[in-house]
Each structure stands twice: as structure tokens, then as C-alpha cells.
């Protein structure tokens, strides 16, 4: 008798091996989900060329308002000046505030202390000892801010918040005298850094801060309601540099154009985050900080403000542009690809 050997059932299969328990992922909760997002939002690597891109406009601006300062300096830091030492605390919301130049007892000190802040100005611009050029850039404005507080206005402010994060970022890492004096391959300053990312984040979340009030505020004002605004900024003779009262022709379009700025700023801190809306966030911001610029002859304030919308600029884009020059440079890793997307 023939023994018939059993075909195996094709549809039997083995049993799925055990997984070790210590190798499975815990499952999360929202709070651990919410503190690992908050983690990698400030503390993931990014790449410092942002960073050094707003440092040489930061210090190119704030060189020329040095420059202002340094053409007039009596009159500005002065005893006699147009406001006297004895009368800033009148000005300052806080009596306890430091100026360099409340102990600059003579007109040479004053301009010893603003040649200072120029010089340093420069030095960081040009990315030459970069920690302390920003330290003592960061000193001599607020130095500046607080001895002539008459003066102080969204340019001073503004350039209070680029220099913060240019003191706490590796802002001389890229396109600074500083890399090309450590040579190619020297050390991992230009790599990306954490220092980098929170840098950038505090700038970006600062600027968030300052549009979400900005907008919020104005609409408790009734000419933005109802469209106008915009016109009380093109009829004022004080700050016109462009004549634009031909619009007075064109009612809607002063609506539109209020409304939108509006709109905008009152959301910059929803639209600038998403990929799908970030690009049109930030060309609105370049068109209402030149407009702002080119009517109202506030042009440094523009350019400081653009500045700082910068730092949502991926990494990415900063390298397609400079590559071109890439071969200038005295090393070929100057201009990297990154497959990083910061923010």
C-alpha cells in the first residue's frame, strides 16, 4: 500500500516571530507628542546661512544709523542737546535704565563711544570677530535708545530685535571674514547647529509677536474698518516722499489696499508658518514694507523689517542664490546642498 505524503497548504504560514518588548515604540500622548514637536521646533540643527545673510544686512543698516548719529552727535547724546541728560528719565518708562553715554561727559567721549559702535557695526557686517562685534553693536544701540529716547523709532526697535539673535546664533559661521580666516575644512562652525535653529526661531517667533499686535491693534482703529487708512498715510505732507494723491480718484482701490495690509498683518502669525501660504505671506511683506519705505520716506525701517522676514527663508533658497558665486569662494563646500526646509 502506497503512502500518499500530505501537500503543505500553501495558505499555512509560520507564525510571525515574537518582537522583543524592549524594541517596540511606546505609544505617545498628546502631551508627549506636543513636547516632542515643541523639542524639534527649537532644538533641531539648522543651517546658519539665514543667519548670515541677516547679520550683513543688520550691520549694513545699523553702520548707517551710526553714521546719522555720528553727523549730529551733540545734538542727539549732548548735554546740551536737544535732550538733556537730567531730563531722560521724563522719556524712559523705567528710571533705571544705562546708557554708555550718561558716563560720555565730553563731546570727544561722545563720539569715542558712537565711533565704537560704528566700528563695530562694521565688524559685523563684514563678519570680522562676530561674537563681540554683535555684543558691542547690541550695546551701543540700546546705549543709543536709551540716552535719546526723543529719537527712537520702529528702526531702532527693529534693529533691538535682529541684534538678539545675532548674539546668541553662530552668526559669523557663513559668509564671514571669521570662516574664511579658519580656512576650508577647519572645525564644523559653518555646519548646522542648534545655536542656529534657536537663533532663527526666536527672531521668527518675535516677529510673529510684533504683526499679531500690530494688526490686532488696528483694528480698533475705525479707518481701517472702513478702508481709509491708508490715505491719512498718503496725505500727510510731513512724511510724503511720493505723491500718490491721485488715488483720491480711486476710492476702491484704497479700500482694497488698506484692507489687505490689514488682513494680512493681522494674520502674518497663521499664514507665515504653512508651506501653502508662506510664499504669498512673504511677498506681502516685502510689498507693504517697500510701499511703507518709498511713501512715507521710512526706508531703513522697511529694509530692517524685510530683514527680519528673512529668517522664514529656507536655507535651501539662500544656497540657489549664492551658488553662482560659489566658485569665487576658497572652499567648494561654501554653498552646500541642504535637503533641510528651515522653517
Given at each position: 500500500?502506497?503512502?500518499?505524503?500530505?501537500v503543505?497548504d500553501?495558505?499555512?504560514?509560520?507564525?510571525?516571530a515574537?518582537v522583543?518588548a524592549?524594541?517596540?515604540?511606546?505609544?505617545?500622548?498628546?502631551?508627549g507628542e506636543?513636547a516632542?514637536?515643541?523639542t524639534d521646533?527649537?532644538?533641531t540643527?539648522a543651517?546658519p546661512l539665514?543667519?548670515?545673510?541677516?547679520r550683513?544686512?543688520?550691520?549694513a543698516i545699523l553702520s548707517w544709523?551710526c553714521?546719522?548719529?555720528?553727523l549730529?552727535?551733540?545734538?542727539?547724546?549732548g548735554d546740551?542737546?536737544?535732550l538733556?541728560p537730567?531730563?531722560v528719565?521724563?522719556?524712559?518708562?523705567?528710571?533705571w535704565?544705562?546708557?554708555?553715554?550718561?558716563a560720555?561727559?565730553?563731546?570727544?567721549?561722545?563720539?569715542?563711544?558712537?565711533?565704537v559702535?560704528?566700528?563695530a557695526?562694521?565688524?559685523?557686517?563684514?563678519?570680522?570677530a562676530?561674537p563681540?562685534?554683535?555684543?558691542?553693536?547690541?550695546l551701543?544701540l540700546?546705549?543709543?535708545?536709551?540716552?535719546a529716547?526723543?529719537?527712537v523709532?520702529?528702526?531702532?526697535?527693529?534693529?533691538?530685535?535682529?541684534l538678539v539673535?545675532?548674539?546668541?546664533?553662530?552668526?559669523?559661521?557663513?559668509?564671514?571674514?571669521?570662516?574664511l580666516l579658519?580656512g576650508?575644512?577647519?572645525?564644523?562652525?559653518?555646519?548646522?547647529?542648534?545655536r542656529?535653529?534657536l537663533a532663527?526661531?526666536?527672531?521668527?517667533?518675535?516677529?510673529?509677536?510684533?504683526?499679531?499686535?500690530?494688526?490686532t491693534?488696528k483694528l480698533?482703529g475705525?479707518?481701517w474698518?472702513?478702508?481709509t487708512a491708508?490715505?491719512g498715510?498718503?496725505?500727510n505732507d510731513?512724511?510724503?516722499?511720493l505723491?500718490l494723491?491721485?488715488l483720491?480718484?480711486?476710492?476702491?482701490?484704497?479700500n482694497a489696499?488698506?484692507?489687505a495690509?490689514l488682513?494680512w498683518?493681522?494674520g502674518y502669525?497663521?499664514?507665515?508658518w504653512p508651506r501653502?501660504?508662506?510664499?504669498l505671506c512673504?511677498a506681502?511683506a516685502?510689498?507693504?514694507?517697500?510701499?511703507i519705505?518709498l511713501a512715507m520716506?521710512?526706508?531703513e525701517?522697511?529694509?530692517?523689517?524685510?530683514?527680519?522676514?528673512?529668517?522664514?527663508v529656507?536655507?535651501?533658497?539662500?544656497?540657489?542664490l549664492?551658488?553662482?558665486?560659489?566658485?569665487?569662494?576658497?572652499?567648494?563646500s561654501?554653498?552646500?546642498?541642504?535637503?533641510?526646509?528651515?522653517?
Amino acid at each position: 500500500m502506497t503512502t500518499l505524503r500530505t501537500v503543505p497548504d500553501r495558505r499555512r504560514r509560520a507564525a510571525p516571530a515574537t518582537v522583543p518588548a524592549s524594541s517596540v515604540e511606546p505609544r505617545r500622548g498628546w502631551c508627549g507628542e506636543w513636547a516632542a514637536a515643541w523639542t524639534d521646533f527649537w532644538f533641531t540643527p539648522a543651517d546658519p546661512l539665514p543667519l548670515a545673510v541677516i547679520r550683513i544686512v543688520t550691520g549694513a543698516i545699523l553702520s548707517w544709523a551710526c553714521v546719522v548719529w555720528l553727523l549730529d552727535a551733540d545734538a542727539f547724546f549732548g548735554d546740551r542737546g536737544w535732550l538733556r541728560p537730567d531730563q531722560v528719565w521724563r522719556m524712559n518708562d523705567q528710571p533705571w535704565q544705562w546708557s554708555l553715554y550718561f558716563a560720555a561727559s565730553s563731546p570727544t567721549m561722545i563720539r569715542v563711544v558712537g565711533g565704537v559702535s560704528l566700528v563695530a557695526a562694521i565688524l559685523l557686517t563684514i563678519g570680522l570677530a562676530t561674537p563681540l562685534a554683535a555684543l558691542v553693536s547690541f550695546l551701543g544701540l540700546v546705549s543709543a535708545a536709551n540716552r535719546a529716547p526723543l529719537n527712537v523709532f520702529g528702526l531702532d526697535d527693529t534693529l533691538g530685535m535682529l541684534l538678539v539673535p545675532l548674539l546668541i546664533g553662530p552668526a559669523g559661521a557663513r559668509l564671514s571674514v571669521d570662516r574664511l580666516l579658519a580656512g576650508p575644512g577647519q572645525g564644523r562652525a559653518g555646519e548646522p547647529s542648534v545655536r542656529a535653529n534657536l537663533a532663527l526661531r526666536l527672531l521668527q517667533v518675535h516677529l510673529c509677536v510684533v504683526y499679531f499686535f500690530s494688526g490686532t491693534g488696528k483694528l480698533f482703529g475705525a479707518s481701517w474698518w472702513e478702508g481709509t487708512a491708508l490715505w491719512g498715510a498718503v496725505a500727510n505732507d510731513r512724511y510724503r516722499t511720493l505723491d500718490l494723491r491721485g488715488l483720491a480718484a480711486h476710492p476702491l482701490v484704497v479700500n482694497a489696499l488698506t484692507l489687505a495690509t490689514l488682513w494680512w498683518e493681522a494674520g502674518y502669525a497663521a499664514l507665515v508658518w504653512p508651506r501653502l501660504t508662506r510664499r504669498l505671506c512673504l511677498a506681502m511683506a516685502v510689498l507693504v514694507h517697500l510701499g511703507i519705505g518709498l511713501a512715507m520716506g521710512m526706508m531703513e525701517f522697511g529694509l530692517a523689517m524685510i530683514t527680519a522676514n528673512l529668517a522664514f527663508v529656507p536655507a535651501a533658497a539662500f544656497a540657489g542664490l549664492l551658488r553662482p558665486f560659489a566658485a569665487t569662494s576658497p572652499s567648494s563646500s561654501t554653498f552646500p546642498a541642504t535637503s533641510s526646509d528651515h522653517p
